[in-house]
């Protein structure tokens, strides 16, 4: 599993932001610091260690080093807050009592839940103001520091949501496949490398992601074309559909359109 480098701003150990990408479906990682999620508005579906994780708005999600997290599934306007810390801060930060769990680097339960509205009114007013590069290092990172404590606070009196079933092996494996390779694959070929048949894993990845195959890799297609073509300075954009997988300009269109919401015309002028 490949573990990925945050990048923290110099000399901080926290860091927060708003994410509101739903397109730029990453590849399956971890990395050495811990995350947490904090869902504004739309749906997602991640997969934890092989688990589906369902998101909703002011849905809380805490992400330990060690496991393993996958975004398959957004929709249009999913928004959320993110804040990462490095463990040097934890150590400082967390003492013996409960939570001394977020020293850990892959803790066994479930750590996503629903906080209520008063209680994701004050984290939401905590991110917007920790949120942002500029902030002095020492002022920034003790803030994030008491967001640690008191988003942990939360987490811990509100209600559990009941355990997701674990996403099939081939299921798993077809979503890393499709993120890590070509996503440009063949169904058929897809299916025998997960080990199940093309019947079988697509009506498994439909049910436990919420996406189609097709679907999901058209979503990994354009998210290689958003990384190709970038401004628009270093390639044109038929060039970077081409390269993206897709056969046509006709192809690559309608597909942008129905995971973008809008045409390549529309998205480049908004660049």
């Excluded at 971890?30 to 508005?41: G, R």
């Excluded at 008491?146 to 092996?169: C, D, G």
């Excluded at 269109?253 to 045409?263: D, L, P, Q, S, T």
Aim: charge should be positive.
């Amino acid at each position: 599993m490949r573990r990925d480098k945050l990048r923290l701003p110099p000399k901080r150990e926290a860091n927060a932001w708003e994410y509101s990408g739903p397109n730029q479906m990453r590849k399956p990682h971890t990395h050495s610091e811990l995350e947490i999620n904090l869902v504004l508005k739309g749906q997602a579906r991640y997969l934890v260690n092989g688990r589906p994780c369902d998101l909703a708005p002011r849905s809380m999600l805490w992400l330990f080093p060690d496991q393993d997290h996958l975004l398959v599934n957004a929709s249009h306007d999913f928004c959320m807050w993110i804040a990462v810390w490095r463990q040097s801060l934890i150590k400082r930060t967390v003492g013996s009592g409960q939570a001394k769990i977020l020293r850990e680097s892959s803790p066994p339960g479930h750590f996503c839940r629903i906080v209520s509205r008063e209680d994701f009114g004050k984290l939401h007013g905590l991110f917007h103001d920790l949120a942002g590069w500029d902030l002095d290092c020492e002022l920034a990172d003790s803030g994030l520091a008491y967001l640690l404590m008191k988003a942990w606070n939360i987490f811990e009196k509100t209600e559990p949501l009941p355990p997701a079933e674990e996403v099939h092996p081939a299921v798993a494996k077809a979503a890393r496949i499709l993120q890590e390779d070509d996503a440009s694959i063949q169904v058929d070929e897809l299916a025998g490398r997960a080990g199940l048949s093309r019947s079988q894993l697509s009506r498994l990845f439909h049910k436990q992601t919420g996406v189609t195959l097709v679907e999901f890799r058209n979503r990994r297609r354009i998210d290689k074309f958003l990384q190709l073509y970038g401004t628009g300075q270093r390639i044109n954009m038929l060039q970077a559909a081409y390269d993206s997988g897709f056969g046509s300009y006709a192809q690559f269109h309608r597909i942008f359109k129905e995971v973008m919401g809008m045409g390549p015309s529309e998205y480049r002028r908004s660049l």
